[in-house]
């Protein structure tokens, strides 16, 4: 089953997650915890909860990846900083315990001048204190475009985070399109050759999800700078190619493309239409 979807307002909560999704098009979709920006979430409704997952019964919709907001940041120098993301991180994995079997996606975080090394340890640190062993959902560490002094940028970092966890099959890895192209990748001329290389540094066992951006950067800037699918540097050649990759078509693929709802209906139809 081929998946696409995009970022989903979780304002309304569960159940219109999932209409919204069935009406733009997609089987899958993302969305955040809480606000993207920090602070509490909102309660669980049980009763929308078992809407909604009847809902995506009977449309297939599944291999949802939820997305840790953006300021939690699990390598800070700063406690208070740091103490945000062990709680809100251990709260998310509680909820997300509603929806079984899905994903919950964070971006590793930045170790803001204490060193990579130091980075690489403290993020595992907070794994290791927020997983579970009864745990249903699998945490994605996602590949990042390494701008300043962000942690996973490359494939050898996620890898040293991962070996530094005690429960590995708890973690997996999300691939985006826009930050690995960044990060010095080459997704266009030598998909094959990355993906081989992530699965010597990594383990393609690991890679569960696809966040398909475009990008405004040549490759290697380091600047993350998300664009529509049909306007970045990657050309749609590359994007049918990706879609299509035996590795990757059966994962399930992201829209985080600067986009309203309009927007993201037809870019979902535009990536039906390159799978073929």
Not at 221 to 241: M, N
Request: aromatic residues 8%; negative net charge; hydrophobic residues 40%.
């Amino acid at each position: 089953m081929f998946r696409i979807g995009c970022h989903i307002s979780a304002s309304g909560g569960y159940l219109a997650m999932g209409r919204r999704i069935d009406a733009l098009g997609g089987n899958t979709f993302a969305f955040f915890t809480r606000n993207p920006r920090g602070g509490a979430a909102k309660d669980v409704d049980p009763a929308d909860v078992d809407a909604f997952l009847a809902f995506c019964k009977e449309k297939d919709i599944d291999r949802l990846v939820a997305h840790a907001p953006y300021t939690l940041n699990p390598c800070a120098e700063k406690e208070s900083v740091r103490q945000f993301a062990l709680t809100a991180f251990a709260d998310d994995l509680r909820r997300m315990e509603y929806t079984p079997g899905q994903y919950y996606n964070f971006h590793p975080g930045s170790h803001v001048g204490q060193g990579l090394d130091v980075g690489i340890e403290k993020i595992a640190e907070v794994l290791n204190t927020v997983l579970f062993p009864d745990m249903t959902t699998t945490v994605l560490l996602e590949t990042m475009a390494g701008k300043g002094s962000e942690v996973g940028g490359r494939f050898e970092q996620l890898r040293a985070i991962i070996d530094r966890v005690e429960l590995k099959d708890k973690v997996g890895v999300c691939l985006d399109t826009c930050h690995v192209w960044d990060a010095g990748y080459d997704i266009v001329g030598d998909l094959d050759g990355v993906m081989t290389a992530f699965d010597k540094t990594v383990g393609l066992d690991r890679l569960k999800a696809v966040h398909l951006n475009n990008t405004k950067n040549d490759r290697g800037v380091a600047k993350d700078r998300h664009e529509k699918l049909p306007d970045g540097k990657l050309p749609l050649e590359a994007i049918q190619r990706i879609v299509t990759h035996p590795v990757l078509e059966t994962l399930p693929f992201i829209l985080e493309t600067p986009n309203d709802e309009a927007g993201y209906a037809a870019e979902i139809a535009l990536v039906r239409r390159l799978h073929g």
